[in-house]
């Protein structure tokens, strides 16, 4: 397994990590026997970092992850995990949820220790309760070894939580795609400016550049059959120089030995390979998607529908035609009173839309056309 060197901190550290948030599932649960074989072939071939969450699995991860790697020496192995900012009203929430934390992952320490998911709101909050302030108490404590975040923002907001505190890492989304759909080019630019380290989260963009349609596949079968579509984007992102960790939630021991082999060896992108995922890019982006930029200006709906959501979800669905997984997005990730549906042509978001998109109309296709692609899944 190739290693990663964080210089600032002084660690090395598995290229891959284990993403425990898509752990293998039987009957709703996690399949014990299933994840205890993943995890422990992940630690006996050379994974060092794992990274579970409070709310992962329902809140189970956490205590599974305790269990899982208790059988294992604690130095051997970097623990990371996330404070659930958005429970925590008061400092005594914070300290509540810490201590449950530890136990559940039966550890008396973090190394990797982020405020979880944060957005504009979700840090206003936290600074007001001073949540920084507590974990870098814990950090003193000697109960955390490295403080982060893990971000789902805008650039500005990212640029307001770097300039108002120093991170020890911070971890971002980062994939071959999302430069074009997001900032995620220029949160990566930002932090390797800063020098901060920084972890990957989703490379795969949820599963949709591992189960791309035939005509991209295509373009890197043709220039490799031996290598699986999803090692072509973790490569990706391990190949961008200041990228320490990439964080892959895998759920089968398939997925688990292809991303390992990945990377049990030298794994940058030579010059032609780069050329290959570009085309791959320029193909994706020619697909025929809704202009739409998610800025919101149409929002809020009187009506209740996330414009852009449905617009992200249904342009997903048009590039990568992967419908079990729009399936989830549109009718388990979305509630009911924010689908396109509901939309009654009141024509109000139009007026605000710089794209000038036609708003009732492409919802109205978005919704008609997902139910017609999931209804037999
Ligand atoms: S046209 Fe539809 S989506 Fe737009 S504001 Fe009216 S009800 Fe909401
Ligand atoms: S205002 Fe237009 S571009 Fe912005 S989120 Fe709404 S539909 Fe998308």
Redesign the pocket.
């Known amino acids: 397994m190739e290693q990663s060197t964080f210089e600032k901190l002084g660690i090395q550290t598995s290229v891959l990590g284990f993403g425990c948030m898509r752990l293998p599932v039987k009957d709703g649960e996690i399949d014990r026997d299933a994840a205890f074989d993943m995890v422990d072939y992940a630690y006996k071939n050379g994974i060092t970092y794992f990274d579970t969450a409070w709310p992962y699995h329902h809140q189970t991860s956490e205590p599974f992850m305790g269990e899982a790697l208790k059988r294992y020496p604690r130095e051997s192995f970097y623990l990371a995990t996330k404070c659930p900012v958005w429970l925590c009203k008061t400092p005594e929430d914070f300290e509540r949820i810490f201590n449950e934390q530890l136990s559940r992952l039966q550890t008396d320490y973090f190394d990797f220790y982020l405020m979880h998911s944060m957005t504009k709101e979700r840090f206003d909050n936290a600074e007001k309760i001073g949540i920084y302030d507590l974990i870098r108490k814990k950090q003193a404590e000697g109960k955390i070894r490295y403080v982060g975040f893990s971000f789902h923002d805008k650039l500005p907001v990212f640029q307001e939580m770097l300039d108002k505190h120093s991170w020890d890492f911070v971890q971002i989304q980062y994939n071959y795609i999302d430069p074009y759909l997001l900032d995620a080019d220029k949160l990566y630019d930002e932090l390797e400016k800063r020098n901060i380290p920084c972890i990957v989260m989703e490379p795969l963009r949820g599963g949709f550049l591992s189960n791309l349609p035939e005509k991209f596949t295509k373009i890197f079968t043709d220039y490799d059959p031996n290598r699986s579509v999803s090692s072509w984007g973790l490569r990706w992102v391990a190949s961008h120089k200041n990228v320490k960790v990439v964080l892959s939630g895998m759920s089968n021991m398939e997925q688990l030995k292809d991303n390992m082999s990945t990377f049990s060896q030298p794994f940058a992108l030579n010059p032609q390979e780069e050329q290959v995922v570009e085309k791959v890019v320029e193909a994706i982006k020619a697909v025929d998607t809704v202009p739409c930029t998610g800025c919101a200006y ?1 929002m809020p ?5 996330n ?1 852009p959501k449905v617009f992200s979800i249904y342009n997903n669905y048009k590039m990568f035609q992967f419908a079990h997984k729009t399936k989830d997005e549109y009718f388990n990730q979305l509630e009911a009173e924010h689908r ?1 549906d ?9 007026q605000a839309c710089p794209q000038h998109i036609q ?2 109309d492409l ?1 109205k296709a978005a919704d008609t056309e997902i139910r017609q692609v999931t209804t037999n899944l």
């Open positions: 149409c709906c009187p009506f209740g529908v414009i396109a509901l939309c009654r042509n009141c024509k109000k978001c139009m708003i009732p919802l």
